[in-house]
């Protein structure tokens, strides 16, 4: 996919282009980045950014350390970006690219662009659909309004999830967290984070239906 942005021009200040074919310098493969944009700066400078993008992947610091070593082949001006799901992704590698931000950071940028394409209305429709971007408080307006919705559910996996990638958890013995990132279910009428590296579960849990039949009285 290709996009052009100009501002009042033929000429395009900015070129967004996914999956392009690149070659690493050191090995001579061919590698293929999520996102490269190559734009001009107000100040007229010419400046490329890689992208890589992670969801439900692990970060890797080798396939990041292809992307610096093209970046530093295609200029001065080039810059390396990452975008994760998980803090454990954006921790990994945030020692080996200029940024590195969570979806939902990238959420609130993009978003901002004043004149926003019908891709982008789509594709931040399609983060915020996933649970990736901002999501609005809980209020008591919306616990009272929990038997008449079904997002609340939603929203606290949400929730949970931020809470799950967000904290370290170093409280509980490192043998209870198994494999990162940790899970997040909904099951027996609760939404949890659960830990199960000693073959048991600890629910760290938020109970909606509880909490529904609270507000019933609220």
């Not at 033929?10 to 996102?35: H, K, M, N, Q, Y």
């Not at 390396?80 to 200029?98: I, N, T």
Request: aromatic share 10%; charged share 25%; with cysteine.
């Amino acid at each position: 996919m290709f996009a052009a942005v100009s501002a009042g021009s033929s000429a395009p200040i900015c070129s967004v282009s996914t999956r392009s074919s690149e070659v690493d310098p050191l090995t001579g493969t061919v590698i293929f980045p999520d996102l490269r944009i190559d734009a001009t700066t107000a100040d007229g400078e010419s400046i490329v950014v890689f992208a890589e993008h992670k969801w439900d992947s692990p970060c890797r610091v080798d396939q990041l350390q292809n992307y610096r070593r093209i970046g530093e082949h295609t200029g001065p001006k080039t810059r390396l970006a990452f975008v994760g799901a998980h803090r454990d992704q954006v921790l990994s590698a945030k020692e080996h690219v200029d940024v590195s931000l969570y979806w939902e950071n990238a959420y609130e940028l993009l978003e901002s662009v004043a004149d926003q394409s019908e891709v982008l209305e789509d594709f931040l429709y399609f983060i915020k659909s996933q649970g990736l971007g901002p999501m609005a408080a809980i209020t008591p307006e919306k616990l009272k309004a929990f038997v008449e919705g079904n997002d609340l559910p939603f929203q606290l996996s949400v929730f949970c999830r931020k809470l799950a990638d967000e904290y370290t958890w170093k409280k509980l013995p490192e043998r209870y967290h198994g494999t990162l990132p940790l899970p997040v279910e909904d099951r027996y009428g609760r939404i949890a984070i659960e830990f199960l590296g000693a073959k048991w579960a600890s629910n760290g849990s938020r109970l909606y239906s509880t909490m529904a039949a609270s507000s019933r009285n609220c």
